[in-house]
């Protein structure tokens, strides 16, 4: 038997053992929560992150953000990023907190360690302290949930802290009641998919607003009802465009003008026949995640039908639940396809954009928050900085006991 060395690893592949694999973890933690220190607080400072790939420019605070959006090759260093993650998953709001607390409690063991005081004997003193910290929060919690008016004040204090630190803490008064509205309608649920988020650039930020209904960012078609009362929707994802040969590479050879004629009234008859089929359902609405071509939306106009195309993935998902409907591809069986209802739809101007907004819906909850600003790169921090609140104020609903402070 040979008593060679046996190489098992990788020829490029490095190991480190002991006191410098474990200086190699400290380090990069360390540095990660010094990368975003600065970020935290009232007086944190903002980051300016640029794509290498595309050159999009984002400017923000949010720990979450800005750790996903920085590569890392140190071990520990991607732990404490998964720790930002979850604590963004769970809680929405604390990203760079517990990073910084994690990377701070690193730097401690890093000294004890220094000690020659073993890592299993460190790591049961932080527990210990862990569980004597949690008693003590528990013991000075308050739980105002069978008030509504003293929940609400608490609600308002927790989104007023939160916003503190954000682009929004100018007007943090105005949006910490914005955000408990919003989440007061959600009766409970801590899923946030019945608020939807809109943002227009124009105005200033305090110029955002709660919208009891649904808005959708598209606008209705040429000659289309402006209008709906007691709307019957149906939403679809399927070709409205001319009924092509779906075969790659196929050709059509035809040996005169009128051939061709007939190919074409040949599809429009079986776009017709689509189109009836649609009405057979009796909708008054027809949303499309696909583009309508013209011919389509001339039939819909002309029964009367608002039709509304290119509704994106996101955008009909939230209205099959906020309608109550659900999306169909085939109209074959009328009824098995449950349609969406809600009271009216109207056009309405948010800023020099037409927007489609929905009222009454099936979800009664829905509601929408139109935010307004200077520019792209204000309006996404604005939107991070309320999503934050949000699914704090959501979470705090769910588990209503606090801890005065902040």
């Known amino acids: 038997m040979s008593l060679n060395p046996v190489q098992i690893f990788d020829q490029e592949t490095t190991e480190e053992r002991a006191e410098n694999a474990r200086l190699s973890s400290f380090v990069g933690a360390i540095a990660v929560g010094d990368l975003v220190k600065s970020t935290l607080g009232p007086k944190g400072m903002d980051k300016i992150l640029q794509s290498t790939s595309s050159g999009a420019v984002t400017v923000t605070n949010d720990g979450a953000t800005i750790l996903k959006s920085i590569a890392l090759d140190n071990a520990a260093a991607k732990v404490l990023v998964n720790i930002s993650k979850v604590q963004d998953d769970e809680v929405g709001d604390g990203t760079t907190s517990v990073c910084v607390l994690a990377a701070e409690l690193l730097r401690e063991a890093e000294r004890l360690v220094s000690q020659h005081i073993h890592p299993q004997v460190i790591i049961e003193g932080f527990r210990a302290a862990s569980a004597t910290a949690l008693e003590a929060l528990e013991s000075a919690a308050k739980d105002h949930s069978s008030d509504p008016a003293l929940f609400r004040e608490d609600l308002i204090n927790i989104a007023r802290t939160t916003l503190s630190s954000k682009v929004l803490n100018q007007d943090k008064e105005y949006f910490s009641e914005l955000a408990v509205d919003a989440v ?223």
């Open 184 to 406: 007061l309608r959600l009766r409970g649920s801590t899923s946030l998919e019945s608020i939807h988020i809109i943002k227009k650039v124009g105005g200033r930020l305090a110029d955002a607003y709660l919208d009891d209904g649904f808005i959708l960012d598209k606008r209705m078609g040429v000659n289309q009802p402006k209008k709906i009362k007691n709307a019957r929707i149906l939403l679809a994802n399927t070709p409205m465009d001319t009924d092509k040969i779906k075969i790659f590479g196929a050709r059509v050879k035809v040996d005169a003008t009128g051939k061709l004629a007939e190919l074409e009234r040949a599809e429009k008859e079986k776009m017709r026949e689509k189109v009836e089929k649609i009405k057979a359902h009796g909708v008054n609405v027809f949303i499309n995640r696909q583009l309508i071509y013209n011919w389509p939306e001339q039939l819909f106009a002309d029964s009367n039908i608002l039709s509304i195309e290119h509704a994106d993935f996101e955008g009909i998902e939230r209205l099959a639940l906020v309608t109550g409907g659900e999306i169909a591809s085939t109209f074959d069986h009328p009824e098995l396809v449950k349609l969406g209802e809600c009271e009216s739809i109207e056009e309405v101007m948010i800023g020099e954009d037409r927007l489609i907004r929905f009222s009454g819906v099936a979800a009664g909850e829905a509601c929408t928050v139109v935010l307004r600003g200077a520019t792209h790169q204000l309006l996404d921090e604005a939107e991070r900085s309320l999503h934050d609140a949000l699914s704090v104020l959501s979470q705090t609903v769910k588990e209503p006991r606090t801890v005065l402070g902040g």
